[in-house]
Structure formats: C-alpha cells, structure tokens
C-alpha cells in the first residue's frame, strides 16, 4: 500500500485530482475514477458487524481510527463512498480537518446553526447575507427563540458592542453578496477571540463564514481562525451549474455532531450529486478560477471606463475601495493575489428609480440579444451570468435597507465564465451603447 497522499509534499491542486489516491472509503482500489455509487443500503455480513457499524457511526472522537480504515457502510444517509470521498477532498481544498456534505447549501447553513444554537441563544450576522440565509435566521428561528442581531461587520466595533453573553454565533459572508465589499476576516477573529477569551469553554461562541463567492481556490478562512466554513457547492466548486450540494468545513471535534445532525434531518447530499462534483468540479476549480478571475479583471477594466457606469465593484481592481483588504487575506494556492469571478456594477442615474429602470433595460437587452452572457440567477459557473440583486436575489430585503447596505436599484452583478473576455466585453458594450 501506497503511503497517504497527504503525507507526500504534493501542491493542493494536484491533490485536489487525486484525493487519497487509495482512499479506504471505497473498496475497488483498481479504478481510477471512483464508480458512481447508486446503492441505498449496504449488505452487512453479520449482526456483528451490524452493531459495530451504528457504534461507530458519528463516533470517530472516541477512535480516531475510524479515519485511516475502511468503514463499515449501513444506509446512504449515514454515509456512502461518494460523499465521503468528496468530504474528504473538501477538506483539502479548504485545509480543514474535516468536512460534511449537504444536499444543498442552504441544508449546509441550516445545519451549522443547528448543531450550534438552541432556544434563548442570539446569533450575530452582518447585515447583508445571502437572500435565503437572510429570510431563514429573520422568518423561522424566531419561532425557534433564536435572537437575530444585524451588524455592520465593515466597522469591527459595531460587532464587539453588539456581543452578549447570549451571543453563540457571528456569521458573514465575504466578499459580500452582491455589493463585492470585502470584510477584514482577520479583524473580526480578533474580536470573537478577545470575546472568547473571557468564557468559560462550553459557553464559547463560534465564528461561521460563508465562502461561496471566493471558494476555497481564493480564500480559506480556517487558516485566519474562522471556527467554521459553509458553502453553496451548486456554484463555484461545481463549476458547471448541473448539480445542487453545500458543505461545512471545520475542526474534527465537531465532525460527529455534523454527521449526527445530518443523520436525523436527513439533508444529505446524493451520491449522483456528490459524483459530478468530485470527479469534474473539484479538480477543475484551480483551473477554471484562473481563467475566470483574470477575464473578471478585463472586464471590470472595461467596465470602469464606460461613461454610463457610475461604479465598478471587484476586488482585483486598484480602484475598488477594499482591494487593499482583498489583497491581504484572498490568496490562491500559491500565495497569487486571487480575488475571484464575481463583480457588481451600478448605473448612473439621478434617483434610485431611474437607475432601476436602466438597469432592468440593460440586462433585458442582454437576456434577448447577447450570446455569451446569460440571464439566471446562481454563479461560479462556466458560462457568465448576469442578474439584478435589488429586484430578484436580494428582494427579501427591503429597498430602502438594500440602499443603506450597499445595494443599489441600479446594480447589476456579472458572475464571470470561461468564455472568452473579448465576447463578453462585446456583449456588455452592445448593451451599454443601447442606453443612450
Ligand atoms: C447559492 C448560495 C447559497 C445557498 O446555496 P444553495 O446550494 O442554493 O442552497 C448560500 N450562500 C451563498 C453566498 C450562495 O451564493
């Protein structure tokens, strides 16, 4: 037997290929693409090895051999190969310890609040969140007497007064959803350590970040102290927009309670799903955010030169006002400066409802003529897509408080492909000439 491949001094992105290379969750060492496994329920030889199955199930921290040997598989939505082969790769991508599939993100975020608060706990969130993460903590955890408090996470100090001893969870996203504007991780670690640091051990807080826009390719937030990473891997880390997933990267202490939440709500994420993403996604996102951050800085230069434009958002762009925090903490691999696929523009215009209705003609222009971008909500994927948060991802959240976060009416967000930059720049230069 081959020693285990993370024992070798090989780079992330050809171990983000290769996985394990013999990896013990499954049994046919002799393929080199792991098979698609479609099978519900797993044949158990004996009661024995029944028993010893459910007694190991979400009990790794009491033998953490059951790591490193091949595991005794009971029923799909205990565990399988193929989620298992692709946790395990998740974790390298994100250089965690461990990591949990979902069905989707949204099951992946529903569950890391859920192994992590309970009646009379308060979560603390930056005011702008992803639409469904926003609607679930504002529409149904009330129900549940989880308390919400929204904070501006841009200034460290509205977070530190905002802390209770209730205070069981901070949770962001960066770069923020649609507005680009990126949060400094390493300032908002600082202040849920300093918090921390006055707790005693069971009564800790957890900090939880959301890293779907940049992917673990761009930034990896467990090595700046984040306590937990989520993803939507319906999008970058998919890559080609036919399957739905989510994912929670975090420490090995908490792998068993994630694998037992799951268990018993049952959002698992199905091994047809899990193989699309382990065998295609995965070990083409270096490669695919490569193309598409460097098209993303050609077209936001575009962008920025265009007199119909009033502001261009992208983190690569000396201009942007936070590049110089994307430059700190949104690194590749290799240590590159990598600030990702995604930029948001807004539209000039004198009052919020003429720069909507621009907006809506921009992108309905787009939606008819343009052949490389593509009206539809989602991102990270190899074709460009083109929406318009205020009125479709981000209605949730009413205008006047979309305006005061940093979402305009006249905003448009391009989530950048793998075409070719000149088709792009020609499509949005065909539409923008349409305004005048
Ligand atoms: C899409 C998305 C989610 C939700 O993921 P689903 O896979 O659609 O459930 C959460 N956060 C962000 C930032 C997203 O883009």
Redesign the pocket.
């Known amino acids: 037997m081959k020693k285990k491949v993370s024992e070798h001094p090989y780079t992330i992105e050809t171990r983000l290929i290769h996985g394990e290379a013999y990896t013990k969750k499954w049994d046919y060492n002799h393929h080199v693409v792991p098979p698609i496994s479609s099978s519900s329920t797993f044949r158990l030889d004996s009661t024995q090895r029944g028993a010893k199955g459910f007694v190991e199930f979400a009990h790794a921290d009491r033998d953490l051999s059951v790591f490193s040997r091949a595991p005794i598989y009971i029923y799909d939505r205990l565990g399988e190969p193929n989620k298992d082969i692709l946790e395990e790769n998740l974790a390298t991508a994100e250089n965690g310890e461990a990591a949990v599939t979902f069905s989707?993100?949204?099951?992946?975020?529903a569950a890391v609040f859920g192994i992590l608060t309970g009646s009379g706990d308060e979560i603390v969130a930056h005011w702008m969140?992803?639409g469904?993460?926003y609607s679930l903590v504002k529409n149904w955890f009330p129900r549940y007497r989880i308390g919400i408090h929204w904070v501006d996470f841009l200034d460290p100090d509205c977070l530190r007064r905002r802390l209770t001893p209730r205070t069981k969870v901070v949770y962001f996203?960066s770069p923020v959803?649609p507005s680009m504007q990126v949060i400094d991780i390493e300032k908002i670690v600082e202040v849920v350590k300093a918090e921390n640091r006055k707790r005693p051990p069971k009564n800790r807080m957890s900090l939880v970040i959301?890293n779907?826009?940049a992917t673990p390719f761009c930034q990896r937030p467990l090595e700046m102290g984040v306590d937990f990473v989520?993803?939507?891997?319906?999008?970058g880390i998919c890559g080609y927009g036919t399957d739905?997933?989510?994912a929670i990267i975090t420490a090995r202490k908490h792998y068993d309670h994630l694998l037992q939440y799951r268990k018993d709500f049952g959002g698992v994420l199905a091994p047809k799903s899990a193989w699309p993403i382990l065998v295609y996604g995965l070990p083409s996102l270096p490669v695919r955010m490569k193309r598409q951050q460097a098209t993303a800085l050609e077209v936001a230069k575009f962008l920025r030169t265009d007199r119909r434009i009033e502001s261009v958002h992208y983190p690569g762009l000396d201009t942007f006002p936070y590049y110089p925090i994307a430059k700190k903490q949104m690194h590749d691999y290799e240590g590159n400066f990598a600030p990702g696929s995604l930029l948001y523009f807004t539209l000039k215009g004198k009052d919020p409802g003429t720069r909507q209705h621009k907006a809506e003609r921009l992108i309905n222009f787009l939606a008819k003529n343009a052949y490389a971008i593509t009206l539809a909500v989602?991102?990270?994927n190899v074709r460009t897509l083109v929406e318009h948060p205020s009125s479709m991802t981000h209605s949730t959240i009413p205008v006047e408080k979309q305006l005061q976060r940093g979402v305009d009416p006249g905003g448009i967000r391009l989530s950048v492909g793998l075409e070719d930059p000149d088709d792009i720049i020609t499509d949005l230069s065909t539409g923008l000439g349409r305004l005048d």
């Open positions: 989707s993100g949204m099951a992946a975020i969140l992803y469904s993460t996203e959803n959301d779907t826009f989520v993803h939507s891997l319906t999008k739905m997933g989510g989602s991102l990270g």
